[in-house]
């Protein structure tokens, strides 16, 4: 792989984990939600939930630069309230989490929790002021299942599509996020993809050793360049508005 594909493939990776902190909200009771957000309407939940991190992030840059650990924080305390990680957990373990143990199930949802936190505050780590641009919000009075496109701008990089697939819970009306599509890659699908030989193979505790090590990696902030990420070759179809 080129250092140009690194590069465009590692920022593709770094919008989904900062880009996701915009849509939808948590299920969890004992996460506290912000007045300030709108969530009833996904689109300007979106914007304004970024510009909440982005602008924590700026104002602590001094003190995350002498511990990085800090970002874990941001995304727990900024990011994590407006996502539906149980659901996301249950999409990528798939058909796998209808024979797996109760037990099992609760202590993969939890450790799949901390290792969102770590992916999130990992790529933020990669964050440099990027320009976020959204598209215009489509009529969504009708509908149960949106998708908030937006592009992302980097200076003389490519742009990057990106598009946050958020659904509407029927009971409370808030709108919550379970996937993100970056250049055509599905966050949910590269996680399932990655996942699914382990649980094949090893089951669900293996899958689960696997994130707490990841978890357990200090967060390291950008030296230039960022990571390239693993992702699945397969590309999602994004359903049009």
């Not at 993969?108 to 770590?118: A, K, N, P």
């Amino acid at each position: 792989m080129t250092y140009w594909s690194k590069l465009h493939k590692g920022f593709t990776s770094l919008c989904a984990a900062l880009l996701i902190v915009a849509t939808g909200l948590s299920n969890a009771t004992a996460q506290q939600k912000s007045d300030s957000v709108d969530m009833t309407d996904p689109y300007m939940m979106v914007q304004e939930v970024a510009s909440k991190t982005f602008d924590r992030i700026k104002a602590e840059q001094e003190n995350i630069k002498q511990d990085p650990e800090i970002l874990r924080t941001i995304m727990e305390e900024e990011l994590l309230p407006y996502i539906d990680y149980r659901f996301s957990a249950f999409k990528v373990l798939g058909k796998y989490a209808r024979t797996t143990e109760k037990k099992d199930l609760l202590e993969f949802v939890s450790v799949f929790r901390q290792y969102l936190i770590t992916s999130y505050a990992v790529a933020m780590g990669y964050y440099d002021d990027q320009v976020v641009e959204f598209e215009p919000a489509f009529d969504y009075e009708d509908r149960t299942d949106v998708t908030v496109r937006a592009t992302i701008k980097d200076g003389n990089r490519p742009d990057i599509k990106v598009a946050f697939k958020v659904r509407k819970d029927r009971k409370s009306g808030e709108w919550q996020a379970y996937d993100m599509i970056a250049e055509g890659i599905s966050l949910l699908s590269s996680k399932q993809s990655e996942f699914e030989g382990m649980l094949r193979k090893d089951g669900i505790q293996a899958v689960i050793a696997n994130m707490r090590e990841s978890i357990n990696q200090p967060i390291k902030l950008s030296d230039g360049e960022a990571p390239a990420p693993e992702v699945s070759d397969e590309e999602d179809d994004e359903e049009d508005e």
